[in-house]
């Protein structure tokens, strides 16, 4: 029996899903759901409004219209429709030559530099106060670049730290900090301090899902963390869903800032009442932590009223020993092709699902219909596409995120032909056009929940953080570059509009396929060492090269190694 067995075995004994593990999971997944409205405001905060420039020297100048006079001042003061739906122009207004009345036969146009704003979906936005708009929509693209910036880096930035100091203290911190920069960022004066706070925020909520799932998925048994994963999806979607009300109730970019940052606060109790992961503990080299992990799992297996024997603390003892003394992290995993091919399929997997899971969230704003119901359906989808997650269990976890991410980039790219073929200005078309997107956000949510679980279970203990952090930053820079995609990739033309959708569905249908290479770690335990890692991608089970001899003293199993794995260790450590 392995490191990873052995442990697995000990969870089964006291208990793979028992009270204490519910009651930690339902709190450790509370700052889940604050957190994801923190990341889906963006689609509101950034909303665009209609909006015009501002007619000079009117001081209290409105963008809907004050009566007769106020039509005809701004007909003499705007150039008129450009064929876009503002009808007035956004970024010009007429400047009147030798002190004139300003009209277009006697006036030139020059851009201007404050606007007025309709409301609409929104009564106030980031782009609406801090003038997001003309020259400075780039602006715009930025903020929302810095905030899935921050997305990227979180992982490997927190799971570094979380291999180091445990999952409990990063993910306390990283909590708490988010909640502060939310707060910062809801009074930003400028488009510098606000990209920067939202760049933390977006670090910060990575810090929050990364440590706080591992730190769940390590305190439950191998046949619970499918269920666990799950779970952690449903809270996403109760966040993300939220945002919408939220939203919609208060219409204000700094109030739902505000609202999905300071209820975060009320977890400072957790520093004195959730745990640190058994598992992490048991494997640390920190002086203390090993034993730290044994009263751990002696109290969590006393609360399931599933006490442990001093039988099983011998053959834990033996465990920990086993693990520590061997070097598991640093370069050597580089050292292993199998792992670095993991590795590089997994980036592209994520890259796609997360450039296709938040390039459709923010392009629902762009669907027609009402943003609120657009949002709603490409949010609450996600249920479903999580709930299949539970077969993943008994068909494995490659072949539904396969089947995810073809879906996912058929549908997508489906709205080529409806581009090219329909008629875009009658309602059963534009009802089509929102359900192939629906329909892809299903397949990309489904595969996101998929690699979200999946990614954690092929990387050894000692490494887990690391590696997970690695393949979801680097992975996360499809949601960094979508903004860009949303609202630069549009050109004159039929499908000009699908661009976007169809850069999507090409890279799921390519990445998706490459995940055949992946394998599949479906009710198998935690792999503990980078060997028991690289078995997991083998396609046909090998001999051990390991002779195994147990000594018939008590249950102590001693482990000889073959002169090929002596060879090999000291080989893989130069």
């Given at each position: 029996?392995?490191?990873?067995?052995?442990?697995?075995?000990?969870?089964?004994?006291?208990?793979?899903?028992?009270?204490?593990?519910?009651?930690?999971?339902?709190?450790?997944?509370?700052?889940?759901?604050?957190?994801?409205?923190?990341?889906?405001?963006?689609?509101?905060?950034?909303?665009?409004?209609?909006?015009?420039?501002?007619?000079?020297?009117l001081?209290?100048?409105?963008?809907?219209?004050?009566?007769?006079?106020?039509?005809?001042?701004?007909?003499?003061?705007?150039?008129?429709?450009?064929?876009?739906?503002?009808?007035h122009?956004?970024?010009?207004?007429?400047?009147?030559?030798?002190?004139?009345?300003a009209?277009?036969?006697?006036?030139?146009?020059?851009k201007?530099?404050?606007w007025?704003?309709g409301?609409?979906?929104m009564?106030?936005?980031?782009?609406?106060?801090?003038?997001?708009?003309?020259?400075?929509?780039?602006?715009?693209?930025v903020?929302?670049?810095?905030?899935?910036?921050?997305?990227m880096?979180?992982?490997?930035?927190?799971?570094?730290?979380?291999?180091?100091?445990?999952?409990?203290?990063?993910?306390?911190?990283?909590t708490?900090?988010?909640?502060?920069?939310?707060?910062?960022?809801?009074?930003?004066?400028?488009?510098?301090?606000?990209?920067?706070?939202?760049?933390?925020?977006?670090?910060?909520?990575?810090?929050?899902?990364?440590?706080?799932?591992?730190?769940?998925?390590?305190?439950?048994?191998?046949?619970?963390?499918?269920?666990?994963?799950?779970?952690?999806?449903?809270s996403?979607?109760?966040?993300?869903?939220?945002?919408?009300?939220?939203?919609?109730?208060?219409?204000?970019?700094?109030?739902?800032?505000?609202?999905a940052?300071?209820?975060?606060?009320?977890?400072?109790?957790?520093?004195?009442?959730?745990?640190?992961?058994?598992?992490?503990?048991?494997?640390?080299?920190?002086?203390?932590?090993?034993?730290?992990?044994?009263?751990?799992?002696?109290?969590?297996?006393?609360?399931?009223?599933?006490?442990?024997?001093?039988?099983?603390?011998?053959?834990?003892?033996?465990?920990?020993?086993?693990?520590?003394?061997?070097?598991?992290?640093?370069?050597?995993?580089?050292?292993?092709?199998?792992?670095?091919?993991?590795?590089?399929?997994?980036?592209?997997?994520?890259?796609?699902?997360?450039?296709?899971?938040?390039?459709?969230?923010?392009?629902?704003?762009?669907l027609?219909?009402d943003?609120?119901?657009?949002?709603?359906?490409?949010?609450?989808?996600?249920?479903?596409?999580?709930?299949?997650?539970?077969?993943?269990?008994?068909l494995?976890?490659?072949?539904?995120?396969?089947?995810?991410?073809?879906?996912?980039?058929?549908?997508?790219?489906?709205?080529?032909?409806?581009?090219?073929?329909?008629?875009?200005?009658?309602?059963?078309?534009?009802?089509?056009?929102?359900?192939?997107?629906?329909?892809?956000?299903?397949?990309?949510?489904?595969?996101?929940?998929?690699?979200?679980?999946?990614?954690a279970?092929m990387f050894?203990?000692?490494?887990?953080?690391?590696?997970?952090?690695?393949?979801?930053?680097?992975?996360?820079?499809?949601?960094?570059?979508?903004?860009?995609?949303?609202?630069?990739?549009?050109?004159?033309?039929?499908?000009?509009?699908?661009?976007?959708?169809?850069?999507?569905?090409?890279?799921?249908v390519?990445?998706?396929?490459?995940?055949?290479?992946l394998?599949?770690?479906?009710?198998?335990?935690l792999?503990?060492?980078?060997?028991?890692?690289?078995?997991?991608?083998?396609?046909?089970?090998?001999?051990?090269?390991?002779a195994?001899?147990?000594?018939?003293?008590g249950?102590?199993?001693v482990?000889i190694?073959?002169t090929?794995?002596?060879?090999?260790?000291?080989?893989?450590?130069?």
């Amino acid at each position: 029996m392995n490191e990873g067995e052995v442990i697995d075995d000990l969870f089964n004994k006291l208990g793979a899903f028992g009270r204490y593990q519910i009651r930690t999971q339902f709190l450790v997944m509370i700052p889940f759901v604050i957190s994801a409205v923190q990341a889906m405001s963006v689609v509101f905060i950034h909303y665009t409004l209609p909006h015009r420039c501002a007619i000079p020297g009117l001081p209290n100048d409105t963008y809907e219209s004050q009566g007769l006079w106020h039509d005809e001042l701004i007909n003499a003061s705007i150039p008129g429709g450009t064929g876009l739906e503002d009808a007035h122009s956004s970024c010009y207004l007429y400047v009147p030559h030798n002190g004139t009345a300003a009209t277009s036969v006697n006036s030139t146009q020059e851009k201007c530099s404050s606007w007025v704003y309709g409301k609409t979906m929104m009564d106030v936005t980031v782009q609406s106060e801090l003038n997001f708009v003309c020259d400075n929509r780039p602006r715009e693209t930025v903020a929302q670049m810095a905030h899935f910036s921050g997305q990227m880096v979180g992982p490997l930035f927190f799971g570094l730290l979380a291999d180091r100091f445990g999952r409990k203290p990063i993910y306390l911190i990283s909590t708490l900090l988010g909640a502060l920069f939310g707060v910062c960022s809801a009074f930003a004066p400028d488009h510098h301090s606000f990209a920067f706070m939202r760049f933390v925020v977006g670090l910060c909520i990575c810090g929050t899902f990364g440590a706080g799932l591992n730190l769940i998925l390590e305190l439950v048994g191998t046949s619970k963390r499918m269920l666990v994963g799950i779970m952690v999806e449903y809270s996403w979607i109760v966040g993300s869903v939220s945002t919408a009300g939220l939203a919609y109730s208060v219409k204000n970019w700094n109030h739902l800032l505000l609202i999905a940052s300071v209820p975060i606060f009320s977890i400072i109790p957790y520093f004195w009442i959730i745990p640190e992961s058994p598992r992490w503990l048991l494997t640390s080299n920190i002086k203390g932590n090993r034993e730290k992990g044994k009263k751990l799992m002696k109290y969590i297996s006393e609360v399931n009223g599933r006490p442990l024997v001093e039988k099983d603390f011998e053959v834990l003892d033996n465990t920990c020993r086993e693990i520590v003394v061997t070097d598991q992290g640093g370069l050597r995993i580089l050292k292993s092709p199998r792992i670095v091919m993991t590795l590089l399929v997994v980036i592209m997997n994520w890259f796609s699902v997360s450039l296709g899971y938040a390039g459709i969230s923010l392009n629902s704003g762009k669907l027609p219909g009402d943003l609120y119901v657009n949002y709603v359906l490409i949010q609450v989808v996600d249920l479903p596409a999580f709930t299949m997650l539970f077969t993943m269990d008994k068909l494995g976890r490659k072949i539904p995120h396969i089947h995810g991410m073809l879906l996912a980039g058929l549908s997508l790219l489906a709205t080529v032909l409806v581009d090219l073929y329909a008629d875009k200005d009658i309602s059963s078309t534009q009802a089509i056009y929102v359900a192939l997107n629906v329909i892809g956000k299903i397949g990309v949510a489904s595969a996101y929940g998929d690699i979200f679980i999946w990614a954690a279970e092929m990387f050894p203990t000692a490494a887990r953080n690391r590696c997970y952090g690695v393949v979801s930053t680097i992975g996360r820079l499809g949601a960094v570059v979508s903004p860009i995609i949303v609202n630069e990739a549009r050109f004159e033309g039929p499908i000009g509009n699908s661009i976007p959708l169809l850069i999507f569905g090409v890279l799921c249908v390519c990445t998706g396929l490459l995940a055949v290479l992946l394998p599949d770690t479906a009710n198998k335990p935690l792999p503990e060492t980078i060997e028991e890692a690289e078995n997991l991608t083998k396609f046909s089970r090998k001999k051990s090269t390991t002779a195994e001899t147990t000594a018939k003293n008590g249950n102590l199993i001693v482990k000889i190694p073959s002169t090929k794995e002596i060879e090999d260790y000291h080989l893989t450590s130069l």
